[in-house]
């Protein structure tokens, strides 16, 4: 019977939800008219900076990753509106209101919201020409609130699935930040590869946050450029510090202690460390991250999601960094930030042989596909001393800044500005 009620109650918010938003969008329709149709781009523009709107996929307020630490930054020197659609399906199975969803401030320059829009986008026309519609109209409303207007408009997207807003915000450039391949994703619709397509062709700058996505579409866009992810060092190295103080909950463990943070899910390769587990009970793993994962073994640990600025201190508890994944269609693209972040601390990594860590770090990172291959190379790093490798982890790490990442983008920006 509960489960019954449940199900009502999330059908009737969903209702609630779809009614709600349509109201406001014939309400704005009548009284202002669909924005990005008056006018063209660029008029009355001050070319002295920009100011951006996102599109994206990722809440402000879940883990921190490429898009909070890019548009934290860009908000230092422009104003940024930060857009993150919510489906009202999503939106009722998560028990979130309707003032929930309201726009709040990172910092001055800096206005974030979860604009409410329609299900069925990928099935049914109709929706997706609303929910096209509604994003625009609320985009433009809340970019007005947050003193929006007189810049050069950057579109940036991190996504594909809501581009056709592209040319209905009076934008001056459109752009896209590829961090994933989307399509390897089973709860992004199945027109993702189209819908990426048509968004890249209409995209005046695209970037790429791996060598290999750089490698497969830059021949859809020939201003394509592969812009690897940065690290904050100073952060990350305070696990070198002495009087940064390992968590109580890790502080007492049996070592070598094996580390990962990150976001627990399908692919991290749980079968993989479960073998390893059991075959060297004395090792400890630790993970830490929003967890949708199970585990058998005593000996990892599950220990669920840390804040950002914790993050140093349980890296100072780790012997050995690991990034265990699954090899599949999404890893296979990935280049991890949390390398950077591991490297910041000087502490050796093991790694499944995703293609951009093997390129780009194939002296400074032991590679393990196999439960073999990873006790081997655990063993090496513990019987060897790492401090040549280690030196040389740091170094790369220091010369790879989100402020520097940040500032190649911007630089692009303006170059591709003074190009058109």
């Not at 947050?146 to 579109?155: P, Q, S, Y």
Request: glycine share 6%; proline share 6%.
């Amino acid at each position: 019977m509960q489960e019954k009620t449940s199900k009502t109650g999330v059908a009737l918010q969903i209702i609630y939800l779809s009614v709600r938003i349509l109201f406001d969008l014939i309400r704005t329709l009548l009284t202002r008219g669909e924005p990005g149709q008056e006018g063209h781009a660029g008029q009355n523009r001050d070319e002295s900076g920009i100011e951006v709107i996102v599109i994206s996929q990722v809440p402000w307020d879940y883990l921190w990753q490429r898009n909070h630490h890019t548009m934290a930054l860009i908000s230092r020197q422009a104003r940024v509106l930060y857009c993150c659609p919510i489906p009202t399906v999503t939106a009722a199975k998560e028990g979130k209101s309707y003032s929930s969803l309201a726009p709040r401030r990172y910092n001055d320059d800096l206005m974030y919201f979860r604009p409410l829009v329609l299900w069925g986008d990928s099935r049914i026309p109709l929706v997706r020409v609303l929910n096209r519609m509604i994003i625009s109209n609320s985009i433009s409303r809340y970019a007005a609130l947050n003193g929006m207007g007189g810049k050069r408009r950057v579109l940036w997207f991190y996504y594909p699935t809501f581009g056709s807003v592209a040319g209905h915000l009076d934008e001056d450039l459109v752009m896209y930040d590829i961090q994933d391949e989307y399509s390897a994703f089973s709860w992004f619709p199945p027109d993702t590869p189209q819908r990426e397509r048509d968004l890249i062709d209409r995209c005046d700058l695209v970037f790429t946050g791996t060598l290999q996505l750089w490698k497969k579409k830059n021949k859809y866009n020939p201003n394509m450029y592969f812009i690897q992810c940065g690290v904050e060092s100073e952060h990350f190295s305070g696990a070198l510090n002495d009087d940064t103080l390992i968590p109580e909950d890790v502080a007492h463990l049996k070592d070598p202690v094996f580390g990962y943070f990150g976001l627990l899910d399908t692919r991290v390769d749980m079968e993989m460390l479960e073998a390893v587990a059991s075959q060297r009970p004395e090792w400890t793993f630790v993970l830490i991250g929003p967890c949708h994962v199970e585990k058998r073994s005593p000996n990892i640990l599950l220990i669920g999601r840390r804040e950002y600025d914790e993050l140093p201190a349980y890296l100072k508890a780790f012997d050995i960094c690991l990034i265990p994944f699954v090899m599949n269609d999404n890893t296979k693209n990935l280049n991890p930030t949390k390398l950077l972040e591991y490297f910041a601390s000087g502490k050796p990594v093991i790694s499944a042989p995703i293609p951009d860590v093997v390129d780009l770090y194939p002296d400074l990172v032991e590679i393990a596909a196999t439960p073999d291959e990873f006790i081997l190379a655990a063993e090496r790093l513990l019987s060897e001393n790492g401090g040549r490798r280690s030196a040389e982890m740091k170094r790369e790490a220091a010369e790879n800044s989100w402020d520097g990442m940040v500032n190649k983008m911007l630089s692009h920006i303006e170059r591709t500005f003074k190009e058109r």
